[in-house]
């Protein structure tokens, strides 16, 4: 390639000449690799289609437009959301129990007797 030229990642020669007339098989020609997947963290959950058997997500996810994510791994996200629940859970059962009249000034009393 010379100075100027608009084709500096274009793959060259593939092919012996007019002799075969073709290329041959298993030539090495740039490619997916099947055989391996990648793992992308930290996308965000914009929403779930279950009519289409759609995950949205937001951020960059490898391959073509609207492909098809085969695996999705839930283990990190369901401990986040299992945490946020108990937490949200948690301070809902204070609020009861504080309308009710049943904390002290030190904090909840008898709260895992109470049924929320």
Do not use: C, F
């Amino acid at each position: 390639m010379s100075h100027g030229s608009k084709h500096h990642r274009s793959a060259g020669s593939i092919g012996a000449g007019t002799d075969p007339g073709r290329v041959l098989p298993y030539t090495k020609m740039a490619g997916r690799d099947k055989a391996k997947y990648a793992t992308v963290r930290n996308l965000r959950v914009l929403g779930l289609n279950v009519k289409q058997n759609l995950l949205i997500v937001r951020g960059s996810t490898p391959g073509w437009d609207m492909k098809t994510i085969l695996h999705v791994t839930w283990e990190r996200w369901l401990e986040e959301a299992k945490e946020d629940k108990e937490k949200l859970l948690e301070k809902e059962r204070a609020d009861r129990l504080e309308l009710i009249g049943v904390t002290t000034p030190g904090g909840i009393k008898s709260a895992k007797n109470m049924n929320p």
